[in-house]
């Protein structure tokens, strides 16, 4: 049998192990994250006890099992107010943790016990603090701001590296994607022709004099799972519209000012810098945005990477693009897209407005059982 063979056992526990590192966006099993850095920074250094917390969930008694949830729930109040971790990622945090526990030594945290008695005391302690959880702010960019502000701050007519960022940009808002899809999400990620877009993976089409008339990228979805997440989907580009023209952007960078052979297109980066030939990052795209605002006195602060995704999912709802349609065009797979619209305020004054002239009816009150509402007489006054 072929467990008898020699080395089968050795080669099937690597392959697992591998598999299951993979799972994750490092492909380390999360072993960098920073929930896993400050488990192993409470415990070892913290508690001077083992990070290995394994306990067989069915033989182990309750008792001891609840000794390492109370240990769990004094991790988590140490994140809180030690750390100065926010609540919700303090939960974040230790279910992290716990999915790298059950990964690498194939046990959860506490045997298998259900944490949620610390998720319920990070929700009591917030509301102890008598104050929500802060958050960033962050909108959209407009299509005529991004247009503005890339003439403002770049000149990508001459510089290739300014034609790269452009490109980049115009292409993120008007494909809504996520810059991740677009770019390396970390310097230290290298140009992964499974992960990112390559120069191989935008195709033109041409009329019959030979001008591009439209573009297609193929870009993944960073949010699916399994292969699925290696799957790369076409997103059509128009070639030029009243404010960005992402088709024609991405035309002059690869056909005019950057261009690379055709034999080296599949391993070069889509959007790279050419005085290095890397792969431009998520944070060197979110600064050049946030400067491209600033040239136009926008405020740069409530920008970020993912302000061209919300920007062009606010787009579509602006002109009024059904809900399922902006769902496919933003490859979202749940209602997830709704957090993304951002509504103008002058559609909120007007539906508001519509809400104050309202003549409604309410069915229950008017002929579902009136006398339940203590309706007398008197209200006929």
């Not at 913290?46 to 182990?60: A, F, H, K, Q, Y």
């Not at 109040?77 to 303090?90: F, H, I, K, P």
């Not at 960019?141 to 007519?157: M, N, Y």
């Not at 959007?271 to 405020?299: H, K, N, Q």
Request: with cysteine; aromatic share 8%.
């Amino acid at each position: 049998m072929a467990m008898r063979q020699p080395g089968f056992l050795q080669a099937f526990r690597e392959g697992v192990t591998a598999a299951r590192n993979a799972q994750c966006a490092d492909g380390g099993g999360n072993t960098s994250h920073p929930a896993v850095q400050h488990y192993c920074r409470f415990m070892s250094l913290g508690l001077n006890t083992e990070i290995c917390r394994v306990l067989d969930p069915l033989s182990t008694p309750l008792e001891r099992k609840l000794e390492e949830v109370d240990l769990i729930e004094c991790f988590a109040w140490w994140l809180v107010t030690q750390v100065g971790v926010n609540t919700e990622s303090a939960w974040t945090y230790v279910t992290t943790v716990n999915a790298w526990h059950n990964r690498w030594f194939h046990v959860p945290l506490a045997g298998g016990m259900p944490l949620t008695r610390i998720h319920g005391f990070l929700q009591g302690h917030q509301r102890l603090l008598g104050h929500p959880i802060a958050r960033r702010r962050r909108i959209g960019v407009r299509p005529a701001h991004l247009a503005a502000g890339i003439r403002a701050a770049l000149q990508p007519r001459t510089s290739a590296l300014h034609a790269n960022v452009a490109a980049a940009l115009e292409c993120g808002l008007v494909a809504i994607a996520r810059a991740g899809e677009l770019v390396s999400t970390r310097a230290s990620l290298a140009f992964t022709r499974a992960r990112h877009p390559s120069r191989a993976d935008v195709v033109f089409e041409y009329d019959a004099m030979g001008q591009p008339v439209a573009g297609t990228l193929w870009i993944i979805n960073s949010k699916a799972r399994g292969s699925e997440m290696l799957r790369k989907l076409p997103v059509p580009l128009p070639m030029d519209g009243k404010h960005l023209a992402p088709g024609r952007a991405l035309y002059y960078l690869l056909h005019v000012i950057d261009p690379t052979p055709a034999h080296a297109a599949a391993s070069t980066p889509l959007f790279r810098d050419p005085r290095t030939g890397r792969i431009l990052t998520v944070a060197f795209l979110r600064s050049i945005l946030r400067s491209c605002m600033a040239a136009i006195g926008r405020d740069p602060s409530v920008y970020g990477a993912h302000s061209l995704r919300i920007g062009g999912a606010t787009a579509l709802a602006f002109l009024r693009i059904p809900g399922d349609q902006i769902q496919a065009a933003g490859r979202w797979h749940s209602g997830a897209y709704l957090r993304y619209l951002r509504q103008t305020r002058g559609r909120a004054l007007m539906n508001l407005t519509l809400v104050a002239g309202a003549d409604t009816d309410d069915m229950e009150a008017d002929f579902v059982d009136i006398d339940a509402h203590e309706y007398c007489a008197d209200d006929e006054a």
